[in-house]
Structures are given as structure tokens and as C-alpha cells.
């Protein structure tokens, strides 16, 4: 039997499936940015506002510069667990502030504060800079865990999309530099920079197509891209030592062109002996949680148990 879209949303998308949302050549990032913004700006702007959460701006210096950490808290909050959030955007693209309801409902559904990490982009800043910069996020937040009232053994990092893959390979250096994390939620992300060639079973049925992928690789990779010099840090699938990396949570669509990796990213986890939750949910394509349809609905219930267990 071939794949098929959900009901619910083959009734929204009508007969033509959901079709890529950006319909670019391969290799143009600007322009694969350009419409991830306009996109996720749009997107953004729909959730509702989240009134019990407060934000605040930080500063965190990297290597070369500084970037900016958003703070969300529900109140009252006490010490506890916290989440260093990566935001999407097929790492061209996206930011914290085009980011910045879904975070803040996050934060507001489960009482848990999060961080948001508006680390530098391809391809301006192409090879592990944007990881570097993840993991400063990261490491400077826990030299600060008492001014935030978080307990630095209850910190975990989450990311969708190109932050899920930021998200991972913060994950990896955390664990070389010996800084615990106790959880890596990592919504559809991004891992394969191999993940380029089209499959003929999800014609029709794909929102992030392979030409973005590719351009978003090659961004980040360059002529790196899909050579046996990648390293594990940019495109985590490309890791062959898994052991003693942080618990995961995985999610991602049956029509989602990240599904397959997603699954060996999660085969090799569990057979690395660290504890692994994997959701492949059926029917739906990229970014299915930000449609409101009942298995998105379900998904959504499933991260914040995840995140209200940390």
C-alpha cells in the first residue's frame, strides 16, 4: 500500500497534497530564507499569546561575536528543570523571535522555562559554528543555573527541524566536554546531510522537499557535503560512538523527508544502551505540529509529558 496523507489533513490540503511549501532551485539559500522567515513570521503570529509568561533578553558571547538567549518563565517558577531551545529553519533560516509564541506555549503548558538560542546561520556562518554556538548557549547558561533557579542536573536541549539537528550535535559536544544534559528532544530534525535524493514513494506527499535540503546542506557543508569529511558535530548522523549521549525524544512524520533518519538515529542510540522514545506519526509530512489536527494535537501532549518528566 502506498502512503497517504492523514484524513484530517488530506481534507485541508485538498487533492493535491501539501505540496513543497518553498518550490526554489537547489543552492539558493538566501532565497530558501527569505521565504522560511516570511513563512515562520506567519506562522508565528497565529499562535495565541501566552499571558503567564514573562521573557528576558540576554547576551552570550561566542566565538567572533555575540548572540542573543531568550529567557521564558511561567509564574511562580521555583528551582528545577529548564530546556535550551534551538529553533528551525533548515539552519539558513528562522530565529528566536520567529520563534518566539511556540516557545513561550511551550513554557506556559508545562510550567518549564526554556531558553531560546538565536545561534548564527548558513551560509554566512557555514561548518559547526552554528553547534559552537549552541553549546556556548549552553554552557554559559550552566555557569549561571543559580541566577536562573534551575538545577544543573535537570537542564535538557530541544530543537525541530535544522535546530533538532543543532540540538543533536550540542548534544555530542556536551557529552565530550562533560557537561550533562538529561534530555535531547529533537522534533523532526535534521541529521543526514546525504538526505538529497528524491524518494519516489513521497512524490506529492512531502512540505520540506529534498531541494531545500539539499540547499541547506550545502549551505552549512559546502563541498563537504556528502563526503566521508563531515563531521558528526554539523550533520550528527554522520556519528559513529553514541554511547553516553543524553536520553532522546524523537518525533517526526511518516511523509517526512527526515523519517528514515530519524528511525537509524534512534536504532543506534538504543543499541548504544541510551534510552530512546520514538514517535513516527502517520500520514503527515514536515511541520504537521503546527497544523491543528488531532495527531498534531497528540504530539504535542507527548512533548509535554516529556517535558514536564525532566
Known amino acids: 500500500m502506498p502512503f497517504t496523507l492523514d484524513p484530517e489533513l488530506a481534507a485541508m490540503a485538498g487533492a493535491n497534497g501539501p505540496g513543497s511549501v518553498w518550490d526554489l532551485p537547489r543552492g539558493d539559500a538566501i532565497a530558501l530564507r527569505n521565504n522560511i522567515n516570511t513563512t515562520m513570521q506567519m506562522v508565528d503570529a497565529a499562535e495565541p499569546s501566552s499571558p503567564d509568561v514573562n521573557t528576558a533578553n540576554f547576551t552570550v558571547p ?6 542573543l538567549a531568550r529567557w521564558y518563565t511561567k509564574e511562580p517558577s521555583g528551582p528545577g528543570s529548564a530546556v535550551v531551545y534551538y529553533h528551525g529553519g533548515g539552519m539558513v533560516g528562522g530565529s528566536v523571535d520567529a520563534f518566539d509564541r511556540m516557545v513561550a506555549k511551550y513554557a506556559q503548558s508545562t510550567g518549564v522555562p526554556f531558553l531560546s538560542v538565536d545561534y548564527r546561520l548558513a551560509p554566512e556562518y557555514p561548518g559547526t559554528i552554528l553547534v559552537e554556538d549552541g553549546y556556548a548557549a549552553l554552557a554559559w547558561f550552566v555557569k549561571r543555573v543559580e541566577d536562573f533557579a534551575v538545577d544543573s542536573a535537570r537542564i535538557a536541549l530541544m530543537g525541530d527541524s535544522g535546530g533538532g539537528g543543532v540540538a543533536a550535535g550540542v548534544a555530542i559536544a556536551a557529552r565530550d566536554a562533560g557537561i550533562a544534559v538529561t534530555k535531547q528532544l529533537l522534533i523532526y530534525p535534521m541529521l543526514d546531510d546525504r538526505t538529497v535524493d528524491p524518494d519516489p514513494e513521497l512524490e506529492g506527499l512531502v512540505s520540506w522537499s529534498y531541494d531545500n535540503n539539499f540547499t ?6 559546502g563541498e563537504c557535503r556528502g563526503t566521508a569529511d563531515v563531521p558528526a558535530r554539523a550533520a550528527p548522523a554522520r556519528l559513529t560512538d553514541f554511547a553516553g549521549l543524553a536520553p532522546a525524544f524523537i518525533d ?4 517526512d523527508i527526515y523519517r528514515d533518519e530519524c528511525i537509524l538515529y534512534a536504532r543506534n542510540l538504543s543499541l548504544a544502551g541510551v534510552s530512546t522514545e520514538l514517535y513516527v506519526r502517520p500520514g503527515v509530512p514536515h511541520g504537521f505540529d503546527r497544523i491543528n489536527i488531532e495527531i498534531a494535537r497528540r504530539s504535542w501532549a507527548d512533548r509535554y509529558r516529556a517535558i514536564q518528566a525532566l
Open 62 to 67: 561566542v566565538e567572533g561575536g555575540e548572540i
Open 216 to 221: 541547506g546542506w550545502n549551505a552549512v557543508l
Open 252 to 255: 517526526a512524520g511518516e511523509l
